[in-house]
């Protein structure tokens, strides 16, 4: 097992990594080789592999925000025109659950997905970040209210005329992020967690399937 200094250095970098998703990599168990000597190397170029595949997907939703917030549909609240022109984008774009905006109380109006009626995300924390901190908010592990899947959401808000008219939401799919750790070609043996800021699983080797939404382990969790 991994001293809880290795641990705390392996979170730690790919936290720096990506530090957008505020997502660390909290346990990691390589193998012989790697508890015999080179740990803090092997650390933290696994971390960084992670972290950089990883970040092209939190890339694409900031970009993605970023044209939301350009929207006029967005800006006046035209939730048919603004939904109709986000539809095509999640049937072509599988790393996104769901893509949008809600207006400043949190009630929203725009979906790229069908929506099943009044839904209110003001409760949601990629929300209240969003408006706390005026710039990229960043969410957890939940499920989609509207098409019931696992997603981590990021937002970010519209300003018009220095006043919040509307904060637009992108949602990245849980298990595209798994299939993209899937795919990476990792140490032999490596055991590697993503987790959200609660500490809960949003992909995993091996096993990711069987982690995904939930609390990871809470001693290695309260050691970072």
Request: hydrophobic share 50%; with cysteine.
């Amino acid at each position: 097992m991994l001293s809880s200094l290795r641990v705390r250095l392996f979170a730690l970098v790919l936290v720096a990594v990506v530090p957008a998703l505020a997502i660390g990599v909290l346990w990691a168990r390589a193998h012989e080789r790697v508890l015999a000597g080179k740990a803090s190397e092997d650390a933290t170029a696994l971390a960084q592999l992670v972290g950089e595949r990883h970040q092209r997907s939190v890339d694409a939703a900031r970009g993605l925000l970023l044209a939301l917030s350009a929207m006029r549909s967005v800006a006046v609240h035209d939730g048919e025109a603004c939904s109709a022109s986000l539809a095509p984008l999640i049937a072509r774009e599988p790393v996104f659950v769901n893509m949008g905006a809600v207006r400043a109380d949190g009630s929203m109006f725009c979906s790229a997905a069908p929506q099943p009626g009044p839904i209110d995300l003001s409760d949601r924390v990629f929300y209240t970040e969003a408006l706390r901190t005026g710039g990229l908010g960043v969410g957890e592990h939940v499920v989609s209210r509207v098409r019931g899947t696992g997603a981590v959401r990021f937002a970010y808000p519209v300003v018009v005329d220095g006043e919040v008219a509307a904060v637009a939401y992108a949602s990245l799919a849980v298990k595209e992020l798994q299939r993209e750790l899937d795919a990476l070609d990792l140490p032999a043996g490596a055991e590697v967690a993503v987790l959200d800021r609660r500490g809960r699983t949003i992909s995993a080797r091996p096993n990711g399937a069987a982690w995904a939404g939930r609390p990871f382990e809470p001693r290695i969790v309260e050691a970072l």
